[in-house]
């Protein structure tokens, strides 16, 4: 039954959209549609009345043709989303550039018959430029029947080098976002350079805190076309996730310049390339990409605020960013200034090294224990069999559903971690759930912080192994330590500011100039129709793009990414 009202509701999509009919019967009179480059060629989402009104006006250019049931995917079911039961169902269609995928939800309509309150629809394919994968794989009759010349070797080599040519796309940033960019665009036949200041792929994981392992679980964090074996430890440490970036790169053959600066870049409107400047250990060289990817995360330059009396203190000063461990620190005193994640695993570091350790507390923070709390958010995105699918309907949530069910999993939350919660402000430690109790995962979409997924630190503060100082109680820096306000000392040796990262225009400014970072604007945060700010879509500065976001983010959006940059190369001859 399922299947029969999905496949009826697509085939009136598909008649009213090539007989021009009125849409607007097909949808709820509260509904939203999410469209990812396929008819608006940007990221967009419209809400009511303009659905149908919108797909109508851009149907003579998109062409948008035969909507069916996606062959090989999640059959269409029953599902519950944003408290409301609907009929999923996950389709395709095709395009006047390629091919679409997208996804339905239905509601019976006021007279029984269904209608679509949310509709998903994005870019799949580009004629033309089919994912080399599979079926499309090259043979590599270069190496199998030609024996003289150069080897795969050499011709490795030779791209790399770029000495007699330049790469289409420049990627500053060798983390997750910009590796798996790198691969998208590689399977469309893209020539793109990654570079980061780091030597080797995976030194920004590799050269972080002793301790580190990744929060989430490891079969959410899958990377394009090489998932990670399933011997592997839920929770990954750095140095194991670092050695596969290594083998990322030369399995999925990403062009790699480590130890690379990139210093400054224009953009030439005359030619349509930038004059990028990358400074390397053997010089300077300038490169004439037609695109820049700012792929160095969410966070930019690190933050150092004004702290009271900090130019007194005698002792150590480092930004989080700069802590590599706490082997040294064995018997002294540190001083942590923030109570975000790096925060607490940076305190946990130092303690179980044999240091005494205090935060300061600035505001309040959401802690989320990694299970079961965090476990139920990871499980809430596994919402099909296959981890292909979830991400296809992880895409199609609107932005107010998003919000509603990110409520209704930190109202869970916050049952489960009850206890923890209290026995944290016995301690004195602030804690809330959100400007709008929507949790820790809104609170990364919007800000980028302010929030801890417990391993272990939460503990250390209640028990008092872990010293807690409001912000209130401080009354700034001296040589030798933290004064507070009933004058006493914190003594300290080693001050480490967790105090995060100036947001990601400011990175622009440094990088490109004022006149860019001001055009582009804000990066990162949504905007009025619930997408995230200038992150996978065009910018106001032509070839400027950026890319950021946990493991799943950086696997789905890649895609999204790597298919507009190939469509704008296309475009531009």
């Not at 919660?421 to 995962?441: C, H, I, K, M, P």
């Not at 500065?541 to 895609?559: D, E």
């Amino acid at each position: 039954m399922t299947t029969t009202i999905a496949r009826d509701w697509l085939t009136r999509l598909s008649d009213g959209l090539e007989h021009r009919a009125d849409l607007s019967g097909l949808f709820a009179g509260e509904c939203y549609w999410r469209d990812v480059v396929a008819f608006t060629g940007d990221l967009r989402t419209f809400a009511a009345e303009a659905v149908p009104a919108e797909l109508a006006a851009r149907q003579p250019e998109v062409k948008a043709t035969g909507f069916r049931l996606a062959p090989g995917r999640v059959e269409p079911r029953e599902v519950e989303r944003a408290g409301v039961p609907s009929i999923e169902a996950i389709f395709e269609f095709e395009l006047g550039i390629g091919r679409g995928a997208g996804v339905v939800r239905l509601v019976p309509g006021p007279d029984g018959v269904h209608v679509a309150r949310n509709l998903f629809t994005s870019l799949d394919e580009l004629s033309g430029h089919p994912e080399r994968v599979g079926a499309n794989r090259p043979v590599g009759q270069a190496d199998s029947s030609k024996f003289d010349g150069p080897n795969w070797l050499d011709r490795r080599t030779e791209a790399v080098a770029y000495a007699d040519h330049d790469p289409q796309v420049l990627i500053v940033g060798a983390g997750q976002s910009g590796l798996a960019l790198a691969a998208r665009l590689g399977q469309l036949d893209v020539d793109a350079l990654v570079i980061d200041v780091h030597e080797r792929p995976g030194d920004n994981w590799r050269k972080r805190y002793h301790a580190l392992t990744l929060h989430n679980a490891v079969w959410l964090n899958d990377m394009p076309y090489m998932p990670f074996p399933q011997t592997w430890p839920v929770f990954l440490p750095k140095d194991k996730l670092a050695g596969w970036f290594e083998s990322y790169v030369d399995a999925m053959e990403i062009n790699f310049w480590g130890g690379a600066t990139f210093e400054h870049a224009a953009f030439d409107e005359r030619t349509g390339t930038w004059r990028a400047r990358i400074r390397r250990a053997g010089g300077e060289r300038e490169l004439r990409p037609r695109h820049i990817v700012l792929a160095t995360g969410v966070s930019g330059i690190p933050f150092i605020p004004e702290v009271a009396g900090l130019s007194d203190f005698d002792g150590t000063v480092l930004h989080s960013a700069a802590y590599t461990g706490g082997a040294e620190y064995a018997g002294r005193r540190a001083i942590i200034v923030g109570t975000g994640n790096s925060a607490h695993d940076i305190a946990q570091d130092l303690h179980a090294n044999g240091a005494e350790v205090t935060m300061v507390q600035h505001a309040p923070t959401t802690v989320v224990s990694v299970d079961p709390s965090a476990a139920l958010a990871d499980a809430a995105y596994l919402t099909a069999p296959a981890l292909e699918d979830s991400d296809i309907i992880g895409l199609s949530v609107p932005y107010p559903d998003l919000v509603t069910d990110s409520k209704a999993l930190a109202a869970r939350m916050k049952e489960l971690d009850a206890d923890l919660v209290a026995g944290l402000e016995r301690a004195g430690y602030r804690t809330d759930y959100g400007e709008d109790e929507t949790g820790y995962q809104m609170k990364f979409m919007r800000r980028g912080g302010g929030y801890y997924l417990d391993v272990g630190c939460a503990g250390l503060i209640i028990s008092g192994e872990v010293r807690l100082l409001p912000i209130a109680d401080t009354a700034g820096f001296t040589a030798g330590g933290l004064r507070l306000t009933d004058g006493s000392l914190a003594e300290a040796d080693l001050v480490v500011l967790a105090t995060g990262f100036q947001p990601q225009q400011e990175s622009v400014r440094r990088l490109l100039g004022d006149e860019v970072a001001d055009a582009v604007g804000p990066i990162w945060g949504y905007d009025e129709e619930g997408e995230v700010r200038n992150m996978w879509r065009p910018t106001a500065q032509r070839g400027l793009w950026f890319s950021a976001g946990n493991f799943q983010m950086c696997r789905t959006y890649s895609k999204v990414l790597a298919l507009q940059l190939r469509r704008a190369l296309d475009e531009a001859g």
